[in-house]
């Protein structure tokens, strides 16, 4: 499985940007699809999950009402709509793939993605 991020960049703080995660070298039905961060010095984080088959979604808390997770099927691609930009923001965001949705919040861990993008670097300007 392959994961291509794209579609970081410099963003002024409140602007948005859509990321994509472009995920090829299986069939996804049963995957889930999330979402990580990681800014300067900190450890990483999660952002938000997509079970591919369902389209439920998984989203921490701080990001909820700002940013949507959602995918297309067609494309075998993930996207991550961020608007609402704040400088705390700022990080490389990663994509991370599974080949089985877990329940309970187990999609939020890191440890828990057995594939992962390259990241792309968004950085969100005061």
């Known amino acids: 499985v392959q994961l291509q991020a794209s579609g970081g960049g410099l963003v002024q703080t409140g602007g948005s940007l859509r990321l994509s995660c472009a995920a090829s070298g299986d069939t996804f039905n049963n995957y889930g699809i999330g979402w990580f961060r990681q800014a300067p010095g900190k450890e990483r984080e999660f952002v938000a999950a997509?079970?591919?088959?369902?389209?439920?979604?998984l989203y921490e808390d701080s990001v909820k009402g700002r940013f949507t997770i959602s995918r297309d099927r067609a494309k075998n691609t993930v996207y991550l709509q961020m608007s609402g930009l704040k400088p705390d923001n700022t990080a490389v965001y990663y994509c991370a793939a599974r080949p089985r949705w877990l329940v309970g919040g187990g999609m939020s861990k890191s440890s828990e993605y057995d594939y992962w993008g390259q990241g792309t670097l968004v950085t969100v300007s005061s």
């Open positions: 997509i079970r591919w088959g369902t389209g439920s979604t």
